[in-house]
């Protein structure tokens, strides 16, 4: 898929709902204070890393391929920084930003437990980590037979599997939650995710978070 195509799809009245629900999620679970810095794994076009900047955070998006990284470069404030790199071996040092965030970008590597562990490295305070969901609606809609779309590739997980990915690496509270319970984003199902807890593990997108230990 292009980038241009990809981020195109933020604009679109489903794609808003599902980036500002996802992004309102991370940063309820991330808590950053204006002037923190943080990391975006496998930012794509930079829609999250946008975000993050926009509120102010010293913003660092990375991914491997380099025409997503023009596409997101083109379109950022310049203040924010944009890296070639791969989430298995980040190029920072440990503790190196306040913040990680990664959404639905690690499903997609092949070792996700070693970028597991490469984000709670370069983490100083908190991550949160995004995860398609097998137990959702929305894989029955985009993720059986392979995925289709921008989900082709993925894998799916369910909590347990997340949780597991974490196991033996130095955090502590570690939190999931999800989100896009519906994914129509219907009128109904937006008013519907407003009074589901993200406590229940049925949304598309699974959101571990915790802190650094
Ligand atoms: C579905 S896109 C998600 C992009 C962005 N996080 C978003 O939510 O819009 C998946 C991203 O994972 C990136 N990716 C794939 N393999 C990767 C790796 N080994 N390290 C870091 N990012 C990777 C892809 O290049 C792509 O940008």
Redesign the pocket.
Known sequence: MNPADYDAWYATPRGRWVGDTEYALAKRLLAPRAGDSLL??????G??TRRAAADGLIATG????SA?LDYARARSPGDVNWVEG???TLPFADAGFDHVL????LC??DGERQ?VAEAVRVARRRFAIGWLNRNSLLYRQKGRGGGSG?YRGARWHGADEVRALFSGLPVRKLTLRAAIYLPAATRWARALEQTIPGALPWGGMLLAAGEKA
């Open positions: 975006d794994v496998g930012c794509g076009t829609w999250f990375l991914d491997p391929d997503w791969d989430a298995r990664s959404i639905a970008a997609f590597v970028a921008a």
